[in-house]
């Protein structure tokens, strides 16, 4: 009888061990996904104060990877690009570098095609560009990026649809934006004679130690052309060497 208690007491205390070693390796195996975890982070939202919300998801890609920023609607009326990248990259696996996405979501005067104001009128842009400079320039400037993308898209009125170009005439953001051009079969490198946005945001951060580039979609591209040419862009952005 006695070595039949202890048979049951040994067999109770290898269960109950392996329990709780199953219990202490799953909540390691929590913590450590946690840290290298995307997430979403609101970073303004009062409605009384500003004319919009800016978030970003953080962490996207590879955790250990080097930090490249992608900015996504200063200008609100190009919306289906920025939702085009924000719908893409979270979902990309296998990436080299770890990404932020920072999202500006204008609310007042958002505008509409055709509403005949020029660049410089349209109150909705100048609200993002607001936005921009206010809580997302410091984000970045600040925040160990090799690499900030502003995402765009144009009504065609350039002499390319699907581009991608510097603010300023030199550096790094040249450099790069010009190997994304050669490694992509849509995208050229193309600078229009003015930005609206450029003073607000990518302007001083070329100024201030962060490579920042444009990138501009045609606006009434379908859908799945949109798509095709965003891969192009990640796909490149994320073979960059920095
Ligand atoms: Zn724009």
Redesign the pocket.
């Known amino acids: 009888m006695i070595k039949k208690e202890h048979i049951i007491i040994i067999i109770l205390l290898i269960i109950i061990s392996a329990f709780s070693l199953a219990i202490i390796s799953l909540n390691c195996a929590d913590n450590n996904e946690d840290t290298n975890d995307t997430y979403r982070e609101v970073l303004v939202n009062d409605s009384n104060e500003t004319s919009g919300t800016v978030e970003v998801i953080r962490n996207i890609g590879n955790p250990n990877g080097k930090r490249i920023a992608y900015v996504v609607g ?2 609100p ?2 919306n289906e690009t920025h939702r085009t990248l924000v719908k893409l990259l979270p979902n990309m696996t296998n990436l080299n570098y770890c990404y932020d996405i920072y999202i500006i979501n204008v609310t007042e005067d958002i505008g509409y095609y055709g509403d005949g104001l020029n ?1 410089y009128e349209n109150p909705g ?1 100048q609200n ?1 560009q607001n936005l921009a400079q206010k809580y997302v320039y410091p984000e970045i400037v600040n925040g160990n990026y090799e690499l900030a993308i ?1 995402v ?3 009504i065609g009125a350039y002499e390319y649809k699907t581009f991608v170009f510097s603010p300023v005439k030199e550096g790094k953001s040249v450099d790069y934006a010009n190997q994304i051009a050669q490694n992509c079969e849509n995208i050229t490198y193309y600078a229009p004679p003015s ?3 450029g003073p607000y945001l990518t302007i001083p951060l070329n100024e201030n130690g962060i490579p920042a580039f ?1 990138f ?1 979609e045609y606006s009434f591209a379908p859908q799945d052309v949109k798509d095709e040419h965003m891969l192009e862009l990640i796909n490149a952005v994320d073979n960059l060497n920095f």
Do not use: F
Request: charged residues 25%.
């Open positions: 200063v200008h009326l190009e660049n842009r993002g502003d765009h898209s144009n930005t609206t946005s444009y501009e």
